[in-house]
């Protein structure tokens, strides 16, 4: 599509761009094959593109609760292709007398899709399509993303520690599958932000404190040298946030809590930028953010609806506010049509330099 791609990685891009995860085609080899034909060069780290039953983010992963003894349905009961948030997102709650001390949540099977995936990554690698010092990003879900999308409120709280040990697992399974100094783990924090913006809370006395103490320590299960990632999600049903950023401000307090209690190196964080968002208030909080040198900042201020004038609009604005970022959606492509995909990524391409 481009002819600026080439195998070898070209310099450095003033603005790397970041994929947060999902990508709406038939199959991993077709995510790898179309950003090697474009993108690839300007990442430091390629996702897989969470195809198939992943594009729905959580949903599909009902079916584990639905297979439990543990867990019934309440209200949806998980049904194959129930995967569409639109079609009634399934949930389950505990079993009358059921001690939650001794549940233990099945496996997700990230580690089996990363496995698999990785061959492919490895694969374009040896044959030059892919930068060979590109990292394979992988996207999980936080345990309160998780249960909060797929259990029921009434067994939040019960099964909040059994998701913290099932993704504690999930995250040894992903590093069993993919060599530490090539892999890139990425935390997708969607609802911890809907607490900081008051529109969920947790049964605790500072559900602000809570949110930041899981983070904080999702991101030390994670060792060196693998690299470590946020996206500090604000949703995207439909396209639309489940609640709109009056600004940056939320998010750089979460960022700077982060760079203070995680005790390795975090390598970057992504953060949402609405369309209609190139004014001067929404990026002001970014003077206030105190990240490390090895942190990278992302801004997800591409748009497929105002293309490269209005992504250049927003960059314009952000660059009176912080000095280095890279660039990105706001969050992933996995509910897009699929032909729009080429054009949105050709957006990423001409506004990295």
Request: proline residues 8%.
């Amino acid at each position: 599509m481009h002819d600026l791609f080439s195998k070898d990685r070209p310099a450095p891009a003033r603005h790397p761009v970041h994929l947060v995860g999902t990508v709406p085609l038939g199959s991993t080899d077709a995510v790898f094959d179309l950003l090697a034909q474009t993108i690839a060069p300007l990442m430091p780290r390629i996702p897989d593109g969470e195809t198939g039953v992943r594009s729905y983010w959580v949903s599909s992963q009902a079916r584990v609760l639905h297979e439990s003894p543990l867990f019934e349905p309440d209200g949806h009961d998980w049904a194959p292709g129930r995967e569409m948030p639109e079609l009634g997102a399934p949930k389950y709650r505990l079993k009358a007398g059921v001690d939650p001390a001794t549940v233990e949540i099945g496996s997700f099977g990230y580690g089996a899709f990363a496995q698999e995936s990785y061959a492919s990554f490895r694969a374009m690698k040896a044959e030059g399509r892919l930068p060979a010092d590109a990292r394979f990003q992988v996207g999980l879900p936080t345990p309160l993303g998780f249960y909060t999308a797929i259990v029921a409120p009434v067994s939040q709280a019960d099964v909040a520690h059994a998701f913290e040990a099932r993704m504690a697992q999930e995250l040894k399974d992903v590093m069993a599958a993919v060599p530490a100094d090539e892999l890139a783990i990425q935390w997708d924090c969607c609802l911890e932000i809907f607490v900081w913006e008051g529109i969920r809370t947790l049964p605790v006395d500072d559900d602000r404190q809570e949110v930041i103490a899981s983070m904080v320590r999702l991101g030390n299960l994670v060792p060196e040298p693998v690299q470590l990632g946020y996206h500090l999600c604000y949703g995207d049903f439909r396209h639309k946030h489940g609640v709109e950023p009056k600004d940056t401000a939320n998010m750089v307090t979460i960022a700077n809590a982060l760079t203070q209690g995680v005790a390795r190196a975090i390598d970057w964080i992504h953060m949402p930028v609405p369309r209609e968002r190139n004014d001067d208030a929404y990026f002001a909080p970014l003077r206030d953010l105190a990240l490390r040198p090895e942190t990278g900042l992302f801004l997800g201020l591409v748009h497929y609806t105002d293309g490269e004038e209005g992504t250049r609009r927003r960059m314009a604005t952000a660059e009176r506010f912080v000095a280095s970022y890279g660039i990105a959606t706001e969050c992933g492509l996995g509910r897009r049509d699929p032909t729009t995909i080429p054009d949105l990524l050709k957006i990423h391409a001409c506004c990295a330099d």
